[in-house]
């Protein structure tokens, strides 16, 4: 990725939050106008705004009024995220909890921030590498080489197992029945092994399953082949689901806050989506710094440091947005890490299921 495009897509960012970005508290304009009634929805006007719908009571209808209201918009946008970014990353719950308790003009709301972090760390990727990223080809061989001494292992695993039943049916001693089911097994090993190794479902194996499991072995075996065939589509296919679909990391997650703080009074679900949207963006955020990190030389303590920091800024934000003590802060922070390894793995289970669409 080019850093031309690296500004484009940095700057979609800025005036896609922008536009989602509400407008409340901000300054007025100047307040000439000659209209008498708002020309959006009709209401007489008492003020330089309607106090009805919020617009304008002038509206420019020239090339540079245009321009003026893009940079308006993106600079407003950057005064207030340089108030929030601070809070955001040593102070979230006070964060949190003053955009809940109604300060909204002095920082970027949620939303606002999420779809600019969005955008901002899938720049940074694509320009960089992700910090999660791998060598593609390498890790394809690796798979390869260990699936191949895999299947050794489970032949010889089968020949064994096959030797002892010929010795037990030949009267030498043993448990009929038991070598009869080791002798299944290793086959059947050996059978899963050749699914992963040459994509394609053996047809004992098929037949033997009701045809509904049939249906979705083939699927399977058909993403795993074509996964395999070309696999640099496949990562690309994911990173690009990944960025559309970033979104719904928040409504996965909320169910788990609510866990935390089940039939709770004092808490909705609005509170724990201003906190889960806040909380991803920040981790969005520590992940495109530590790719960067990672390209720069000899920081390897410093993206240590930024790892370890994850778990501490939950503690913190839960602590202060909810009002909890120390232990049912700490006791919360580990229960929510928990829970985001589960959304992720559902999160990665909605793109497969897209990718393999």
């Known amino acids: 990725m080019s850093g031309t495009d690296f500004i484009g897509d940095l ?8 536009a989602v970005e509400p407008a409340h508290g ?36 020239t090339l540079g009024a ?10 407003h946008f950057e005064g207030k995220i340089w108030r929030t970014l601070p809070l955001l990353a040593w102070r979230p719950g006070r964060l949190t909890r003053e955009y809940i308790d109604g300060r909204r003009a002095s920082y970027v709301s949620p939303i606002a921030l999420f779809l600019f ?7 940074v990727f694509n320009l960089l590498g992700s910090p999660i990223g791998f060598n593609n080809q390498g890790q394809n061989k690796g798979i390869e080489q260990g699936i191949s001494e895999a299947e050794q292992e489970a032949i010889q695993a089968q020949a064994t197992a ?54 979705a072995a083939d699927a399977i075996n058909r993403a795993w082949q074509h996964a395999r065939e070309n696999p640099e589509l496949t990562i690309y ?38 906190f889960v949207t806040y909380s991803l963006s920040f981790m969005l955020l520590l992940l495109a710094a530590i790719s960067v990190l990672t390209v720069w030389g000899g920081a390897g303590v410093l993206v240590g440091a930024l790892f370890f920091y994850a778990p501490f800024h939950i503690y913190r934000q839960l602590r202060d947005a909810y009002g909890l003590g120390r ?13 985001a390894f589960t959304v992720l793995g559902l999160f990665a289970t909605v793109l497969t299921l897209l990718v393999a669409v």
């Open 162 to 215: 096959e030797a002892k039943l010929a010795d037990a049916k030949a009267g030498k001693g043993g448990d009929l029945a038991r070598l009869e089911k080791d002798v299944e097994g290793a086959r059947n090993a050996v059978k899963v092994i050749q699914v992963a190794k040459g994509g394609e479902l053996p047809t004992d194996i098929a037949s033997a399953n009701t045809a509904a499991e049939k249906s």
């Open 66 to 75: 245009f321009f003026h209201d893009l940079l308006h918009g993106v600079f």
């Open 327 to 339: 232990f049912g802060a700490w006791c919360r922070t580990w229960f929510l890490a928990a829970f």
């Open 117 to 123: 972090v969005v955008f901002l760390t899938f720049a």
């Open 237 to 274: 296919k994911l990173q690009n689901s990944a960025y559309k679909f970033s979104w719904l990391l928040i409504p996965l997650s909320v169910p788990f806050m609510w866990l935390l703080f089940p039939f709770s009074r004092r808490f909705h679900l609005y509170d724990h989506t201003v």
């Open 11 to 18: 700057a979609q960012g800025v005036l896609t939050a922008r």
């Open 26 to 61: 901000e300054g007025p304009d100047d307040g000439h106008t000659h209209e008498q009634a708002c020309l959006n929805c009709g209401t007489v006007l008492i003020g330089s705004h309607c106090h009805a719908c919020g617009q304008p009571a002038h509206v420019h209808k």
